[in-house]
């Protein structure tokens, strides 16, 4: 009888709700290899509430949680750290993301470069994060083209959430970036306010982020307009459902980047700079800034123009095709896998 190999160790760090939905099926795919790998999960702990909806609904169980309040480039970056420091190999999940600014998206952008720095495995979501990570001198065998882990979480949600259509048009809404607090962010509330009173049969559908810097001009300034809903955050089930029903998506979000065109849903992205351009190149995606005028004219422009609606609906997705998780298992076991490849528009 030969000689059965132990299984390889693996640590699965994550800290907020989004990074949550990103590795849970990194987690399950290497759980469905008991035999090749043996999982633990560290949870750091963020935004308690969120973070704990997303893991139940995901099957995630942390075996460590250490209840910090730290971001989560924040979490990954100190856990790659601290692996560095005991020599112990890092495995980046969704590397390679870069805006060339570090100050937008801060601190995540700074963070990114420190952990794919250090890291032994870059697993980038598509071509283009692959292509900054060899012109910062990676070595090519560290890359992997593996598509984004956020897809393959959407479609096992997704499934069975089709649900009754709502009665009129729905516009969805999230707003959070650091670097837009203060006068950008009132600017951009300023323009919801003008949309929404220049659209009133439209329902604008705000799940508000609890951060202060969020909630007082959010509450200030929007409150009270009889068609624009500031939510408590939705659980990330409930998140999807909006998503799919919605006309439209106006966000500064990542993850929404890469999710709403997986439902043919248009995002206009309220940043001057983004970290996923494949959705701007692909059409379905347009950088609108915080700049009241361009967000009110743009999201207009969705609203009356059906052509200019169909021109970014093209339900193209250039993020993932749901099979991240398993090519990372994949590539950690030793497996043959096929690289991720986007579709043709």
């Given at each position: 009888?030969?000689?059965?190999?132990p299984?390889?160790q693996?640590?699965?760090?994550?800290?907020?709700?989004?990074?949550?939905?990103?590795?849970?099926?990194?987690?399950?795919a290497?759980?469905?290899?008991?035999?090749?790998?043996a999982?633990?999960?560290?949870?750091?702990?963020?935004?308690?509430?969120?973070?704990?909806?997303a893991?139940?609904?995901l099957?995630?169980?942390?075996d460590?949680?250490?209840?910090?309040?730290?971001g989560?480039?924040?979490?990954?970056?100190?856990?790659s750290?601290?692996a560095?420091?005991r020599?112990?190999?890092?495995?980046?999940?969704?590397?390679?993301l870069?805006?060339?600014?570090?100050g937008?998206?801060f601190p995540?952008?700074?963070?990114?470069?420190?952990?794919?720095?250090?890291?032994t495995?870059?697993?980038?979501?598509?071509?283009?994060?692959?292509?900054a990570?060899l012109?910062e001198?990676?070595?090519?065998?560290r890359?992997?083209?593996?598509?984004?882990?956020?897809?393959?979480?959407?479609r096992?949600?997704?499934?069975?959430?089709?649900?009754?259509?709502?009665?009129?048009?729905?516009?969805l809404i999230?707003?959070h970036?650091?670097?837009s607090?203060?006068?950008?962010?009132?600017?951009?509330?300023a323009?919801?306010?003008?949309?929404a009173?220049?659209f009133?049969?439209?329902?604008?559908?705000?799940?508000?982020?609890?951060?202060p810097?969020?909630?007082?001009?959010?509450?200030?300034i929007?409150?009270?307009?009889?068609?624009?809903?500031?939510?408590?955050?939705?659980?990330?089930?409930?998140?999807?459902?909006?998503?799919?029903?919605?006309?439209?998506?106006?966000?500064?979000?990542?993850?929404?980047?890469?999710?709403?065109?997986?439902?043919g849903k248009?995002?206009l992205?309220?940043?001057?700079?983004?970290e996923?351009?494949?959705?701007?190149?692909?059409?379905?995606?347009?950088l609108?800034?915080?700049c009241?005028?361009?967000?009110?004219?743009?999201?207009?422009?969705l609203?009356?123009?059906?052509?200019?609606?169909?021109?970014?609906?093209r339900?193209v997705?250039?993020?993932?095709?749901?099979?991240?998780?398993?090519?990372?298992?994949?590539i950690?076991?030793g497996?043959?896998?096929?690289?991720?490849?986007?579709p043709?528009p």
């Amino acid at each position: 009888m030969t000689e059965r190999s132990p299984a390889l160790q693996i640590l699965a760090v994550y800290g907020t709700r989004p990074e949550a939905i990103k590795m849970a099926p990194v987690v399950a795919a290497l759980k469905r290899r008991p035999e090749t790998f043996a999982v633990r999960v560290c949870a750091t702990g963020q935004h308690r509430e969120m973070l704990d909806q997303a893991q139940e609904l995901l099957g995630l169980r942390p075996d460590l949680d250490l209840r910090l309040m730290q971001g989560d480039t924040t979490t990954a970056m100190a856990a790659s750290l601290a692996a560095f420091h005991r020599r112990v190999r890092v495995g980046h999940v969704e590397a390679g993301l870069r805006t060339g600014d570090l100050g937008r998206p801060f601190p995540e952008e700074a963070n990114r470069r420190v952990i794919d720095l250090l890291a032994t495995c870059l697993f980038a979501p598509t071509g283009r994060a692959c292509q900054a990570l060899l012109a910062e001198g990676c070595a090519p065998e560290r890359v992997h083209v593996v598509g984004n882990t956020v897809i393959d979480a959407l479609r096992a949600i997704s499934a069975g959430l089709a649900g009754p259509p709502p009665v009129g048009p729905e516009v969805l809404i999230t707003v959070h970036r650091r670097e837009s607090f203060g006068a950008p962010l009132r600017e951009v509330f300023a323009a919801l306010r003008e949309l929404a009173e220049s659209f009133p049969a439209v329902d604008w559908i705000y799940p508000v982020h609890p951060n202060p810097n969020v909630r007082g001009p959010a509450q200030e300034i929007l409150a009270g307009l009889p068609n624009l809903q500031l939510h408590e955050p939705f659980d990330y089930r409930e998140l999807v459902r909006r998503l799919m029903r919605c006309r439209f998506v106006l966000t500064d979000s990542g993850g929404l980047q890469e999710e709403a065109p997986a439902f043919g849903k248009p995002v206009l992205v309220l940043r001057e700079t983004t970290e996923r351009p494949e959705g701007v190149e692909a059409g379905v995606t347009l950088l609108v800034g915080t700049c009241r005028e361009r967000i009110v004219a743009e999201a207009s422009r969705l609203l009356t123009s059906e052509a200019a609606w169909q021109a970014m609906a093209r339900a193209v997705n250039p993020y993932g095709d749901g099979c991240a998780g398993e090519r990372i298992a994949a590539i950690l076991g030793g497996e043959p896998w096929t690289p991720f490849a986007p579709p043709l528009p």
